[in-house]
């Protein structure tokens, strides 16, 4: 059953109070970026105290450096303005429950929807599949404070990223909504000047 329906119907609720949302600029007001997981359980507006047009939220699986979240997160400094960025990662990721060869290996057998119980994932779909899972490098995690590491200096070592720009690794508690600070996991310099 599509959700359609009621996502049009929230749109149309939504529209009723936009106001002067129009009117927000098209830099982020807040001048920051966060990149992290697109887990449903993560609201980076409640978490960070966000309202629309205060800081770019890039999400993707995982929550990591991958090109095109750098992608991001450099048009959101040289053509936008932001100073700071956030990694944060999450505990309990389902990037954790699955290697690289495991996804390639469920993709090649079938597109469908795979399962999973206590002994792994299975894959039920009869096919067709692709080979073409292997040749993607899925990001997945093996250490949660880890990734988060890994993610902050491939960021920061990147040559398109200033050096001037602080970036700050967390973990987001799925259990408690808390933000932990990685320790190893920040490039703590002064923020760029306006």
Not at 51 to 80: F, P, Q, T
Not at 157 to 178: A, K, M
């Amino acid at each position: 059953m599509s959700v359609l329906d009621e996502v049009l119907q929230a749109n149309a609720e939504y529209q009723q109070d936009f106001s002067d949302k129009g009117e927000l600029a098209l830099p982020p007001a807040r001048h920051f970026a966060i990149l992290t997981c697109m887990d449903a359980r993560l609201d980076p507006a409640k978490y960070a105290g966000l309202s629309e047009g205060d800081a770019h939220v890039i999400r993707n699986a995982g929550g990591r450096a991958s090109d095109d979240a750098i992608r991001s997160l450099v048009i959101s400094y040289k053509l936008l303005g932001t100073r700071e960025w956030f990694v944060i990662h999450h505990t309990d990721c389902g990037m954790e429950l699955f290697t690289d060869d495991v996804i390639a290996g469920l993709l090649e057998h079938s597109l469908e929807t795979a399962t999973v119980d206590a002994t792994g994932r299975h894959d039920v779909g009869q096919g067709p599949g692709s080979p073409e899972g292997r040749y993607i490098k899925w990001h997945t995690i093996s250490d949660s404070a880890g990734s988060v590491v890994e993610d902050v200096r491939r960021i920061a070592s990147h040559p398109l990223v200033p050096t001037t720009i602080p970036i700050y690794g967390f973990l987001y508690d799925v259990r408690t909504g808390r933000l932990i600070q990685v320790p190893g996991a920040s490039r703590d310099e002064a923020p760029a000047k306006a």
